[in-house]
């Protein structure tokens, strides 16, 4: 089913032009478009409810408090997690790592130990645990990646000789923002637990882009941003297990999440409080609530089958054009609506600079993969990604944008 006629009039920004031509919108990898519905969430908050939220008795404070937390309890269904108090807002993906590297892994983790993570990681599951490895003697280690291309996806006969007593922690995403490869989440964490590790699963690029419930997953840390499922930046979401919270001091410490204070101490409220120090985005919060409800509308399998069936469809009209090199699955593999490649002789920033031109919004560069760009023998790449409000015409605009490049740099 082609889900574009039927959303795209909901996102304001996509009608427009741009360098004379109709916008096409595949940067969705990056950042999601905003339907009308977050946009009219924003502002309502801001025009009637704008106060702060928890201990203010008079009315506006009351209807932000009601509304934030709504937006909590809103996000642990959207997730399928057991209790509201099992979501802490954070600013996105990258600081929801760092909270559990610096709250949890410092804590636990010992001169010995082991986190295990993969070669196709972004930045933001990797630095943070290079990090607190460093500084509590830990070990970091990655599961291979199979193929010249990352083709094969992980090395999953690899992955059973490195989950070791050791390991304490296995951090991996759920789909590769670079490979668009879609990893099987539910059957790492089963290995993890099989042999007392925890889990924390990056899942910037799959919540909202197709079902997801932490339980089915059997994860204990889950971490996502609101502005790559359709809400507000500056927004994101760390999940986990309750027992776990209650066990991790706040790695930031401040107003709203205490207790008690005197001037020799402090001691600190229960999840999600503890962990949210300082005035929380409010309305960032109460965007991505509508966010969900958005998502949930139009169907998160279906918005699934779609970005999954464009993403299919590129590579099969990619293929087909002299000196490219496809990442990621092959042809009759799932993916993700992720598609990067490289052309021949032709720099990633050119290609989006002169696929600009055409109208279109790409993405050039590492894409916070200099591991997995250093592995695959490149610098950079450019990176289409589609969602629910992108069209298969879109691909034609695409592979005729890269066909006159290719002429212009006199690749054909």
Same mark, same amino acid.
């Given at each position: $089913?082609?889900?574009?006629?039927?959303?795209?009039?909901?996102?304001?920004?996509?009608?427009?032009?741009?360098?004379?031509?109709?916008?096409?919108? @595949?940067?969705?990898?990056? +950042?999601?478009?905003?339907?009308?519905?977050?946009?009219?969430? @924003?502002?309502?908050?801001?025009?009637?409810?704008?106060? /702060?939220? &928890?201990?203010? #008795?008079?009315?506006?404070?009351?209807?932000?408090?009601?509304?934030?937390?709504?937006?909590?309890?809103?996000?642990?269904?959207?997730?399928?997690?057991?209790?509201?108090?099992?979501?802490?807002?954070?600013?996105? !993906?990258?600081?929801?790592?760092?909270?559990?590297?610096?709250?949890?892994?410092?804590? &636990?983790?010992?001169?010995?130990?082991?986190?295990?993570?993969?070669?196709?990681?972004?930045?933001?599951?990797? *630095?943070?645990?290079?990090?607190?490895?460093?500084?509590?003697?830990?070990?970091?280690?990655?599961?291979?990646?199979?193929?010249?291309?990352?083709?094969?996806?992980?090395?999953?006969?690899?992955?059973?000789?490195?989950?070791?007593?050791?390991?304490?922690?296995?951090?991996?995403?759920?789909?590769? /923002?670079?490979?668009? +490869?879609?990893?099987?989440?539910?059957?790492?964490?089963?290995?993890?637990?099989?042999?007392? =590790?925890? !889990?924390?699963?990056?899942?910037? %690029?799959?919540?909202?882009?197709?079902?997801?419930?932490?339980?089915?997953?059997?994860?204990?840390?889950?971490?996502?941003?609101?502005?790559? $499922?359709?809400?507000?930046?500056?927004?994101?979401?760390?999940?986990?297990?309750?027992?776990?919270?209650?066990?991790?001091?706040?790695?930031?410490?401040?107003?709203? $999440?205490?207790?008690?204070?005197?001037?020799?101490?402090? !001691?600190?409220?229960?999840?999600?409080?503890?962990?949210?120090?300082? +005035?929380?985005?409010?309305?960032?919060?109460?965007?991505? =609530?509508? =966010?969900?409800?958005? #998502?949930?509308?139009?169907?998160?399998?279906?918005?699934?089958?779609?970005?999954?069936?464009?993403? %299919?469809?590129?590579?099969?009209?990619?293929? %087909?054009?002299?000196?490219?090199?496809?990442?990621?699955?092959?042809?009759?593999?799932?993916?993700?609506?992720?598609?990067?490649?490289?052309?021949?002789?032709?720099?990633?920033?050119? *290609?989006? +600079?002169?696929?600009?031109?055409?109208?279109?919004? #790409?993405?050039?560069?590492?894409?916070? /993969?200099?591991?997995?760009? &250093?592995?695959?023998?490149?610098?950079?790449?450019?990176?289409?990604?589609?969602?629910?409000?992108?069209?298969?015409?879109?691909?034609?605009?695409?592979?005729?944008?890269?066909?006159?490049?290719?002429?212009?740099?006199?690749? %054909?």
């Amino acid at each position: $089913m082609d889900l574009s006629p039927h959303t795209r009039a909901a996102f304001p920004a996509l009608h427009q032009s741009v360098n004379g031509k109709p916008l096409v919108y @595949l940067d969705n990898a990056a +950042t999601m478009q905003k339907p009308r519905s977050v946009i009219d969430a @924003l502002v309502h908050y801001y025009e009637r409810d704008n106060s /702060n939220v &928890h201990r203010g #008795l008079h009315a506006l404070s009351m209807r932000a408090t009601n509304a934030y937390e709504g937006a909590r309890a809103r996000v642990a269904r959207f997730i399928g997690a057991a209790a509201p108090a099992e979501i802490i807002f954070t600013r996105g !993906t990258t600081e929801s790592v760092n909270l559990v590297a610096q709250a949890w892994g410092r804590a &636990h983790l010992r001169a010995g130990d082991v986190v295990l993570t993969t070669q196709m990681e972004h930045h933001g599951n990797l *630095v943070p645990w290079q990090q607190v490895a460093r500084e509590t003697g830990a070990m970091l280690r990655a599961v291979p990646l199979l193929g010249e291309n990352g083709e094969g996806g992980l090395d999953l006969a690899a992955l059973d000789s490195l989950l070791t007593p050791q390991v304490k922690l296995f951090a991996f995403t759920h789909v590769s /923002n670079t490979l668009g +490869t879609i990893n099987p989440a539910a059957e790492l964490c089963a290995k993890a637990r099989a042999v007392g =590790a925890l !889990t924390l699963v990056d899942a910037a %690029q799959s919540a909202g882009h197709q079902p997801l419930d932490v339980r089915e997953l059997g994860c204990d840390f889950l971490a996502f941003s609101g502005h790559k $499922m359709c809400g507000p930046t500056g927004i994101g979401v760390l999940y986990a297990r309750l027992p776990i919270l209650e066990n991790m001091a706040p790695y930031e410490t401040g107003g709203g $999440m205490v207790s008690t204070v005197t001037y020799e101490e402090a !001691t600190w409220k229960p999840s999600p409080e503890r962990f949210e120090a300082g +005035t929380p985005n409010i309305a960032g919060a109460i965007g991505l =609530a509508a =966010a969900c409800d958005y #998502l949930d509308s139009v169907g998160r399998e279906k918005i699934a089958a779609h970005s999954h069936a464009l993403g %299919q469809l590129a590579c099969e009209r990619l293929a %087909q054009l002299p000196g490219i090199r496809l990442l990621g699955p092959p042809a009759g593999v799932e993916r993700s609506g992720i598609v990067s490649f490289a052309l021949a002789d032709v720099h990633a920033h050119d *290609v989006v +600079t002169f696929a600009d031109e055409d109208g279109l919004a #790409l993405r050039g560069g590492h894409h916070c /993969n200099q591991p997995l760009m &250093h592995k695959l023998g490149l610098t950079s790449t450019t990176r289409a990604s589609f969602s629910l409000y992108n069209s298969a015409e879109e691909i034609d605009v695409l592979v005729a944008s890269l066909r006159r490049i290719q002429s212009f740099f006199g690749c %054909q």
